[in-house]
């Protein structure tokens, strides 16, 4: 049976669109409905069993304070961001520029991102050890007995330590995204700025951050995102102890070590409008449209 060009044509843009959208209903819609469904039910995450319960989950969660304590900590991991977004762009500015061995800087400062956060870790562990750590070693080795401290054990000290491998993985994904928008920057900018007489702080402040703003803003919006979903580090590495949980580990551990997913499901959805909330603030706030 012969099929014409038209018709072959329309059965590929039609299964082009149909296998995307199928997987987008299974793979997102569908368990996003799912979610507030639960987060209305008082379900322990096995068979079928869900109680109505309507909204006594969300009255829980803000009836606990210790579930939003939890926050404080993601805190860290925040202003961490902050910190690692400035110093990323201040290396893109300058492995940007004719740097010799500038592209063996990029791949050493881009390859913590690709490490696992497990490898990651177990890095880190014998680096913060109390006894053998390397940082400790290091200290006592040039006489410095008095600053070696248990990163891990000192409550006022291990969320600084957590932060700081977030810091250091995620570092050059941020970096390389400022080196892309830099090379999208017409030479020929810098060039007049020259010639007009500019320093390199005025070409910095008047020709590249106007011109990066919209990626400053993107980076802003992840490290947001991102210190609010902390988890994979400070779960791998303490499990959520000595003052370390964050509210997504709170959120797994009610799931599954409580074995309260009707509740889960609602601490989920809570941080779900509370990224929408801070998101939709920094854009009318920080970066005002037409602006």
Known sequence: MNISYKVQRYIILFGFLTVPLVLLCMFSLYPAVSLFYFSFTEWDGLGFDQKWVGLANYKEIFMRPEIFGAFKNNLYYFVGGILQTAIALYFAIILNGRLRGRYAFRVLLFLPYVLHSVATVIMFKNLYHAEYGSINVFLGAIGLESWQQMWLGNPKLVNYSLAFISMWKYFGLSMVIFIGALQSIPRDLYEASTIDGASSWQSFRFITLPSLRRVIELMLVL?????????????IMML??????????????????????????????????IVIFFIFIQRKVLFREGN
């Open 223 to 235: 490290t947001l995102t991102g210190a609010l979903e902390a988890f994979d580090i400070p779960f």
């Open 240 to 273: 959520g102890a000595n003052g370390t949980s964050t509210f997504v580990i709170q959120t797994v551990d009610m799931a599954f070590h409580f074995e309260k997913f009707g509740l889960a499901s609602a601490m989920a959805v809570v941080l779900l409008f």
